[in-house]
Nanobody, 126 residues
Framework: QLRLVESGGGLVQAGDSLRLSCVASGRTLNHHSMAWFRQAPGKEREFVASTNWNSADTSYGDSVKGRFTISRDYAKSTVYLQMNSLKPEDTAIYYC???????????????????WGQGTQVTVSS
């Protein structure tokens, strides 16, 4: 059974960097797109970044373009989210997710993903 476990969150100051990791176990994810979403208190879960199965296609939410980078290590079954120049508005719980179907595209919609981790908290102070 697939399990996704995020880590790397924490409390940082504005302008700092963090790298989140999402480790998959139980099955291979090499044929699936992977994504990061986030959810702030009182807000809906929003798309952050995604990558298709071979990392040839990536997509980013408008609010994180140029600051965040998604990558994956196939040998380690791990997906990363490098977050630079963090802002207080980046504060949220960050979730990784696996695509429902074969990962030809860096999907952006929540409905395109069918497996989720438990999330890791990122807090950015001003």
């Amino acid at each position: 059974q697939l399990r996704l476990v995020e880590s790397g969150g924490g409390l940082v100051q504005a302008g700092d960097s963090l790298r989140l990791s999402c480790v998959a176990s139980g099955r291979t994810l090499n044929h699936h797109s992977m994504a990061w979403f986030r959810q702030a208190p009182g807000k809906e879960r929003e798309f952050v970044a995604s990558t298709n199965w071979n990392s040839a296609d990536t997509s980013y939410g408008d609010s994180v373009k140029g600051r965040f980078t998604i990558s994956r290590d196939y040998a380690k079954s791990t997906v990363y989210l490098q977050m630079n120049s963090l802002k207080p508005e980046d504060t949220a719980i960050y979730y990784c997710a696996k695509s429902r179907q074969y990962g030809t595209t860096a999907y952006q919609a929540i409905g395109d993903y069918d497996a989720w981790g438990q999330g890791t908290q990122v807090t950015v102070s001003s």
